[in-house]
């Protein structure tokens, strides 16, 4: 897969691919591959800014404060953005950071939100790091959460 290079280079534009036909005219597969890179990293800009806007309307923020949706919708992103996430002693990738976080809804951010607010006296160095950690974990664990709610096995075996 192509590799995006900084958004320096890619906003150059045909200045750049000017000059990279100049640097060695019989090398056009190079520069060819190089345009075709460019092109990639646009589609697939696209289609992760597609694919944001998707989670964050799914997440249902608007169940929250101005302040607290910001708050939330920053540590989404960043999360989405992700290369990897180390959680634990696992290492996850992008994309299971991007599944994960396709499971967000309304409930997964306000149950979050509670979870962070029982810690408010706790010592946190970096706040956002904090938040993203809480919100991918409690992604993970909503479902299984509920599994072993004494209270909900309760009303379903009976």
Same mark, same amino acid.
């Given at each position: 897969?192509? /590799? @995006?290079?900084?958004?320096?280079?890619? !906003?150059?534009? !045909?200045?750049?691919?000017?000059?990279? %036909?100049?640097?060695?005219?019989?090398?056009?597969?190079?520069?060819?591959?190089?345009?075709?890179? =460019? #092109?990639?990293?646009?589609?697939?800009? !696209?289609?992760? #800014?597609?694919?944001?806007?998707?989670?964050?309307?799914?997440?249902?923020?608007?169940? *929250? +404060?101005?302040?607290?949706?910001?708050?939330?919708?920053?540590?989404?992103? &960043?999360?989405?953005? +992700? #290369? /990897?996430?180390?959680?634990? +002693?696992?290492?996850?990738?992008? /994309?299971?950071? =991007? %599944?994960?976080? $396709? &499971?967000?809804?309304?409930?997964?951010?306000?149950?979050? /939100?509670?979870?962070?607010? =029982?810690?408010?006296?706790? =010592?946190?160095?970096? +706040?956002?790091?904090?938040?993203?950690?809480?919100?991918?974990?409690?992604? @993970? #664990?909503? $479902?299984?959460? *509920?599994?072993?709610?004494?209270?909900?096995? %309760?009303? %379903?075996?009976?």
């Amino acid at each position: 897969m192509a /590799r @995006c290079i900084s958004h320096f280079v890619l !906003d150059m534009g !045909d200045t750049l691919k000017k000059e990279l %036909s100049n640097i060695d005219k019989n090398n056009t597969e190079k520069v060819s591959q190089y345009i075709s890179a =460019r #092109e990639d990293c646009g589609a697939q800009s !696209d289609n992760d #800014e597609m694919l944001l806007e998707e989670i964050l309307t799914n997440s249902e923020l608007e169940v *929250l +404060s101005e302040n607290e949706a910001h708050v939330f919708k920053d540590a989404i992103t &960043r999360l989405f953005y +992700s #290369e /990897r996430l180390k959680t634990d +002693s696992a290492i996850l990738p992008k /994309r299971v950071i =991007r %599944s994960q976080l $396709q &499971r967000i809804d309304g409930m997964v951010i306000l149950d979050t /939100r509670e979870k962070l607010r =029982r810690n408010i006296g706790a =010592r946190i160095k970096n +706040s956002t790091a904090y938040i993203m950690a809480t919100l991918f974990n409690n992604i @993970c #664990e909503h $479902q299984s959460d *509920l599994m072993v709610d004494s209270f909900l096995n %309760s009303i %379903s075996t009976a």
